[in-house]
């Protein structure tokens, strides 16, 4: 409660700040106070609780599929809670509730009676019930960026945090400021898809001949403001939010390199970064899938990861669950030094099995070698890999209901 006062006070000013922490310690008192008292009464039940980072999506719809593909709706009542409302259409498969936080009655009433609450960057409860399991999933593992701070997991609430391999449970630990015996060892959810799935480019209207490139660079701006502050994690400024990039001429440059090299570089931006015009790019060889796209046309962009020809990123975890489908990996890392965040481990280059790029010629010869067919980290990507992926084997989910005696 201190931590969240001085925030409050920080970013709102002392009135302003004083004001909003007592209305936030009156919605807490409401919502702690109410599920412990209809806990009381109604006790736990067969209901498990799926909260996103967006509606729908990742690990916990991966854990969803898993639950319906075997009939565990006959058994327990299955939750969703979404952000925004005008997603609700999106699951109205007859298996499961959506509620949001316009529900806050419905919302007390699971907080008091859900069996288990699995979610992935912020919990809809506050505070857990007697006999009740809270599990955080995570959004990424291994955490190359120094994220403490940003995520901090509570005692009151969560009961278990999944990690990747038991080699990062000492960082996740102190940068999650949780117990390390409480953290529980298993792939994610959403990587399952990779080593399973048969999808093609071609079915999107690719064109065979091509290779394809991903490019999924983590964001330097947040598209969302919290407590009055927009995030911002680097000190440099770059065109439509891609590292590397500062003019419309780069990306000619790139074009150019990457229609001689019969290559298609699909860029998927972060769901958190900053608005930045880059849904408005127009190049013959460069094609961008937001999230809403990848939404609207029903695409996971892991079940693809294994038709591609590689994978450009920066500091983003999703190279270690790329590292499972076995493809070349670059690292943009330009702004290294002025990465606000800083980094998990002192020597992090070593957690970098791939070219680790730092102007646009080292990007060119990148692709150049994907062209070529080249990969010239195999065998470190592989000792990475080992390191951060304890499984490859695609039954995350179904592991994640076992470990949990669902």
Known sequence: MLRKLKLMLKSYGRIKGTALFMKYCFTTMVNVGGAKIL????????????????????????????????KFYE???IVWHINNNSNLHKLDDGYCEAISDRNWLKKIYYNATATIVFYEVSCCFQRRVKGQRVVYLGHGCPSLKNCKGFITLNPKLDTNAMITSDNVRDVMADM??????????????????????????????????????????????SNIVENNIRRNDSSVQYLYGLPLIHSEVDLKTINNMLQKRNIILLI?????????????????????WTNEYLEKNNIDIYSLFKSSSGLITDYSSVAFDYMLADRPLAYIIDDMKSYKLGFAYENIIDYMPGNQIKDIEGLLSFF??????????????????????????????????DIFSL
């Open 268 to 288: 998927k931006p972060h769901p958190r970064a900053a608005q930045s015009g880059i849904d408005e790019l127009k190049f013959s060889n460069i094609i961008v």
């Open 39 to 70: 806990r009381s009464i109604l006790g736990i039940k067969n209901v498990i609780v799926l909260k996103g980072q967006t509606d729908f999506s990742g690990n916990c719809k991966a854990l969803y599929d898993e639950l319906i593909k075997n």
């Open 75 to 77: 058994k327990y009542k």
């Open 176 to 221: 999650l400021c949780f117990q390390k015996e409480k953290f529980i060892v298993n792939g994610m959810a959403r990587n399952d898809v990779i080593p399973k799935s048969q999808m093609q480019f071609q079915e999107f209207g690719f064109d065979k001949t091509m290779k394809v490139v991903v490019w999924m660079p983590t964001f330097r701006n």
């Open 368 to 401: 150049y070698e994907i062209s070529e067919g080249k990969d010239l980290y195999l065998e470190k990507r592989h000792q990475v890999c080992a390191w951060a992926n304890q499984y490859n084997d695609g039954n995350n989910a179904k592991r994640l209901i």
